[in-house]
């Protein structure tokens, strides 16, 4: 897959290019790429923020949670700390980029709990983001058990 992309960034040298080249690096399914992509994240990166939405908007994989459920607990602690001390531009698009897309009970779980360690001092902008981001994974998990009790029917 590197190859692909190296042979491509050397052909393509457009902005796009660039940034297509940045999704699809930290979409690769490897442990070691999600931490090396985890790590340029942040205010004090030296990628511009339309660098980094493009890296971010690549690295969690539906198929494989176990690539990045690591960083949910250091994700829901850099949101608190992006959302006081960053400006609300980059701590909004922080918070809804990486925002864990696993609908899962434990997801669900750990969201909340930050959530009501944070309320009191979180910028409204990014209290609404979280407020919708839980009510999404709860109607997730919901629909799920519903379809999941729902009988099945013999072809």
Known sequence: ??????DEK????????HRF??????AIPSAEVKQKSWE????QSSMSIHDQIAAMSGFHDL???????????????????FAKSEPIHFASVYFETLFPPYCEQQVLDQSQHYFQKATENLPPVIDRAW????????RCIAIRALNEAKPKFAP
Do not use: Y
């Open 1 to 6: 897959i590197q190859k692909m992309i190296t």
């Open 40 to 43: 340029t994240f942040g205010p």
């Open 63 to 81: 198929d494989r949670p176990e690539l990045t459920s690591k960083f949910t607990n250091v994700f829901f602690e850099n949101a608190i700390a």
């Open 21 to 26: 080249e940045l999704f699809t690096t930290a």
């Open 131 to 138: 407020r919708e981001s839980n009510d999404e994974i709860a």
């Open 10 to 17: 050397s052909r393509d040298h457009s902005d796009l290019a």
